[in-house]
């Protein structure tokens, strides 16, 4: 089936650790995008990148860190620089930037311990 | 930056009646787009909107864009229990911005 893979879909960080959250699509979309939810709130954009090899910083990047090697993979890692990272992470992708439906993933939820 | 301003942020529904969301945003805005979240689950696209004057309909659902008015809407008619969960709205080119989001409850 077509569709955008988060994985895991809950974990537990401890202080100071590095986490890598993975995203994988299956859809050919050229774009893809990171998206933190704190409870009771709409998204904030973390990283996104509209092609492979290249990326740029959302809203609130401080903390963050990605890659683009693959057009189908777009790992997000939260490293220890977040100071509270605990929240809703969605990974979302789309055809191109020329407003083509965004589609998003099922989620992952960090939790720092 | 483009703002995105929802409202209102809690709603609670009648089964049967029609309700409107209201949703507006900040600066021009190539496409608006409407997203239903259920509780702890991703979200779902409902429609994008892409010019002035769009309407699009899906079931009980109708959205709308004023890109003069820089609002859009999202009508609900004859509300049903199904469609308690939190409505999106969120604007911008690839780099969406989202509301805070319209918590809808529908009740007996």
């Known amino acids: 089936d077509g569709g955008i893979t988060q994985s895991p879909k809950y974990l537990f960080r401890k202080e100071g650790q590095n986490v890598t959250l993975s995203c994988e699509q299956n859809?050919?979309?050229?774009?893809m995008y990171w998206y933190r939810q704190d409870p009771g709130q709409g998204l904030r954009l973390i990283y996104y990148?509209?092609?492979?090899?290249?990326?740029q910083k959302g809203d609130i990047a401080e903390g963050y860190s990605v890659s683009r090697e693959k057009k189908e993979s777009f790992p997000l890692t939260v490293t220890s620089a977040q100071k509270n990272p605990t929240a809703f992470y969605l990974c979302?992708?789309?055809?191109?930037?020329?407003?083509?439906?965004?589609?998003f993933g099922e989620g992952s939820w960090l939790t720092v311990v | 930056e483009l703002k995105v301003e929802q409202n209102p942020l809690f709603l609670s529904m009648q089964e049967g009646k029609n309700y409107t969301i209201y949703c507006n945003y900040s600066?021009?805005?190539?496409?608006l787009y409407w997203y239903r979240q259920d509780p702890g689950k991703s979200l779902e696209s409902l429609f994008v909107?892409?010019?002035?004057?769009a309407v699009k309909q899906e079931g009980r659902l109708m959205a709308s864009l004023d890109t003069k008015a820089r609002l859009s809407t999202l009508h609900i008619t004859a509300a049903v229990h199904d469609l308690s969960a939190t409505y999106f709205c969120?604007?911008?080119?690839?780099?969406?911005?989202f509301g805070a989001g319209t918590t809808v409850t529908v009740r007996a």
């Open positions: 979302a992708s789309s055809m191109d930037s020329s407003g083509n439906t965004i589609y």
């Open positions: 859809l050919n979309h050229d774009a």
């Open positions: 990148s509209q092609i492979v090899n290249d990326f």
């Open positions: 600066t021009t805005s190539d496409r």
């Open positions: 909107l892409l010019s002035n004057g």
């Open positions: 969120a604007g911008g080119d690839y780099k969406l911005s």
